[in-house]
């Protein structure tokens, strides 16, 4: 089936620990997103990237770091520099050849224990 | 700073009822808007998007939208306990690159 896979689904963190949140799609999609959700909060971009090897900052990129080096996967390095990590994560794909339409995968919930 | 805005609710309107959700965007430039559902601890799913002035229907669900305005609704009618949800508004501002900017939702519930 095509989608965008999100692992693992839930994780815990230790204080001063860095993350690694996966994101994989096989929709053939350019462009790639990681949006945060805090409870009771809409979505705030942390980094996207429109091709491979390239990607931009969002408004919450501080404590954040991407990579981008296949079109498939995008994953997402919390590290220790990030204070209040704990959120539900989210990563995206457009599909450009529908109106620019941004599809979700299933997020993956971060607790810092 | 680019804003997306939205009461946040929670609206209740009872099972059979029009359910009116309104957005209000600060930049002119914007040129395309998106309607996303999510339900508690899930992902947001598309419902509509919409990049002309005025109405787009599909379904029971109703996309409007008025750029002089800075507005952007979404009727859902005929509603159902299974609409209860969290609607999301996003946008797609023209500088922004492909990035959606979106609003904090307004939470929905139909009562049967």
């Known amino acids: 089936d095509g989608g965008i896979t999100q692992s693992p689904k839930y994780l815990f963190r230790k204080e001063g620990q860095n993350v690694t949140l996966s994101c994989e799609q096989n929709l053939n999609h350019d462009a790639m997103y990681w949006y945060r959700q805090d409870p009771g909060q809409g979505l705030r971009l942390i980094y996207y990237s429109q091709i491979v090897n390239d990607f931009q900052k969002g408004d919450i990129a501080e404590g954040y770091s991407v990579s981008r080096e296949k079109k498939e996967s995008f994953p997402l390095t919390v590290t220790s520099a990030q204070k209040n990590p704990t959120a539900f994560y989210l990563c995206?794909?457009?599909?450009?050849?529908?109106?620019?339409?941004?599809?979700f995968g299933e997020g993956s919930w971060l607790t810092v224990v | 700073q680019k804003e997306v805005e939205q009461n946040s609710g929670p609206l209740s309107v009872p099972e059979g009822a029009i359910a009116s959700l309104n957005c209000t965007y600060s930049?002119?430039?914007?040129?395309?808007f998106f309607w996303y559902r999510q339900y508690s601890g899930k992902s947001p799913e598309l419902i509509m998007s919409?990049?002309?002035?005025g109405d787009k229907e599909d379904g029971r669900f109703t996309a409007q939208l008025n750029k002089a305005s800075q507005y952007v609704s979404l009727l859902i009618r005929d509603s159902q306990p299974s609409d209860s949800a969290t609607y999301l508004c996003?946008?797609?501002?023209?500088?922004?690159?492909?990035?959606?900017?979106f609003g904090k939702g307004t939470t929905l519930s139909v009562s049967s």
């Open positions: 996003a946008v797609r501002l023209n500088q922004a690159g492909t990035a959606l900017i």
């Open positions: 995206a794909s457009m599909d450009g050849r529908s109106g620019n339409t941004i599809y």
């Open positions: 930049d002119r430039g914007s040129q395309s």
């Open positions: 919409i990049y002309s002035n």
